[in-house]
């Protein structure tokens, strides 16, 4: 693996980690083990707002789909609508397992509107399928259309449809754009160069400032103070002057994690809860190593009994830059 591709991997790695993370400490908030105070609002907000951005940005950077449509829609079903369905409907079974009143019917429709994590499925998977087709027009004229509909989101000038979740993806346009726009032949300028870690540092820094201090109830400043975490989130991590293995190994398989850590996680918290463990940091700890370990597992398994892709997990190409990032 090139120092480039650890560098990105280490970025994916951190991220999932913080999505675990990010959803332990609101699993225990919703369960009463957390106090809504000032100071989780605090926490809570300085993560949500980078860490979703920087998955629609990398996604950006490397979309290159074909340009023929039944190429493209095969892959598009098979990496997002397949995983968004498939573990929308586990997750609606799951519900209806433990007590939620809905049949049969009501986990086949579980999936839309779309639901808990699987926002960010449906829209990427929008996102994907619309900078598709701005591909096929002349190349500045796709560049021109995708920034005017980003500065639009920008500038707060596009009304929410009534989309729900779907709409909380859709305002990440404008990153999947930017990553797009910049292209994954500009990476080696961007990593592997510690020189840029501190000034990476420094805008996730000024971002966070900003999103403390301003708020974020206007469209411009969300923007401008998520643009500068997330930058500088990428830059910081991506060029560590440091190799850090374990987050290079996650960073191929954020898929497998984001799509089932909910469930490993939350059956950790309520099996601690069951035992009378009350204690934040146990639950902490716990919840976010059994989100990333746990998935982890199931991809393996799959993995071996050739049912990864099947499962929604990703299939053989991801398995090998699994295996390249454990032999760096």
């Known amino acids: 693996m090139s120092a480039r591709d650890a560098g990105l991997d280490r970025v994916r790695g951190a ?5 675990v993370a990010g959803h332990v400490w609101r699993g225990l908030a919703g369960d009463g083990l957390l106090a809504n105070t000032p100071a989780f609002r605090a926490i809570d907000a300085a993560v949500y707002l980078f860490h979703m951005p920087v998955f629609f940005l990398l996604a950006g950077l490397f979309f290159a789909p074909p340009r023929a449509p039944r190429p493209f829609l ?7 609508v397949w995983p968004f369905l498939l573990w929308s409907w586990i997750e609606g079974a799951a519900h209806a397992a433990w007590g939620a009143p809905m049949g049969a019917w009501g986990i086949l429709g579980y999936p839309w509107p779309p639901k808990s994590v699987f926002w960010f499925l449906a829209a990427l998977a929008f996102i994907q399928v619309l ?9 500045q004229a796709a560049a021109a259309l995708l920034v ?14 009534g989309l729900g979740m779907l709409w909380l993806g859709l305002v990440h346009l404008p990153w999947f754009a930017a990553g797009y726009l910049i292209g994954a032949e500009r990476v080696p300028r961007l990593t592997g160069r510690p020189a840029l870690a501190l000034p990476g540092a420094v805008l996730f820094a000024a971002g966070q400032a900003l999103a403390f201090t301003a708020g974020l109830a206007a469209a411009p400043l969300f923007y401008l103070a998520t643009g500068l975490a997330t930058a500088g989130f990428v830059l910081a991590v991506a060029n560590l002057p440091a190799r850090l293995p374990a987050l290079e190994r996650l960073g191929p398989l954020t898929m497998p994690i984001y799509v089932s850590h909910v469930i490993f996680a939350a059956a950790v918290r309520v ?10 940091p146990v639950h902490l700890v716990a919840g976010v190593a059994a989100g990333i370990a746990g998935p982890l597992l199931l991809w393996s398994v799959a993995h071996r009994l050739g049912l990864a892709a099947a499962l929604g997990l990703g299939g053989a190409g991801r398995a090998r830059m699994a295996q390249a990032g454990a032999a760096s």
Not at 271 to 280: E, R, W, Y
């Open 74 to 80: 095969a892959r598009w079903a098979a990496r997002l």
């Open 15 to 19: 991220a999932i980690v913080l999505v």
């Open 131 to 139: 900078v598709w087709a701005a591909r096929r027009l002349p190349p």
């Open 148 to 161: 005017g509909l980003s500065a639009a989101m920008v500038a707060g000038i596009v009304p929410d449809p």
């Open 271 to 280: 099996a601690l809860q069951i035992a009378g463990v009350t204690s934040v």
